[in-house]
């Protein structure tokens, strides 16, 4: 399986306002995106605790951030039924979160 997994981190996102159609970035947060490929993308595929189709939920949010005015962003948005972001703070020592940017 070595090699056949991916990190990247990618500025984090306010989906509550947003600029031409786009979520704005948060300053100082940052989201990670984890990719697998190869046998590890087998695993995981093979094994999953659930699936859920959210399409309709993500055209939803699209169309929220299409409006003109940030208040009619922010009443669409209350409207949706999103899912809880929790913060993850990788098992590893408190210099190496500081190189991150994870902590002060």
């Known amino acids: ?11 984090s996102r306010d989906l509550y306002s947003a600029r031409d159609g786009v979520p704005r970035k948060l300053s100082g947060l940052r989201a990670i995106q984890i990719g697998v490929s190869g046998s590890l993308s087998e ?4 094994s999953p605790l659930s699936i859920e189709d959210v399409t309709e939920l ?3 949010v699209a169309e929220a951030h299409g409006q003109a005015s940030p208040k009619l962003v922010k009443d669409m948005m209350d409207e949706l ?7 993850y703070y990788p098992r590893c020592e408190r ?8 902590m002060p």
Request: hydrophobic share 35%; aromatic share 10%; no cysteine.
């Open 1 to 11: 399986m070595k090699g056949e997994g991916r990190v990247q981190w990618d500025p």
């Open 43 to 46: 695993f995981y595929a093979g």
């Open 58 to 60: 993500a055209h939803r």
């Open 81 to 87: 039924d999103l899912p809880e972001e929790r913060t």
């Open 95 to 102: 210099d190496v979160l500081i190189r991150l940017g994870m």
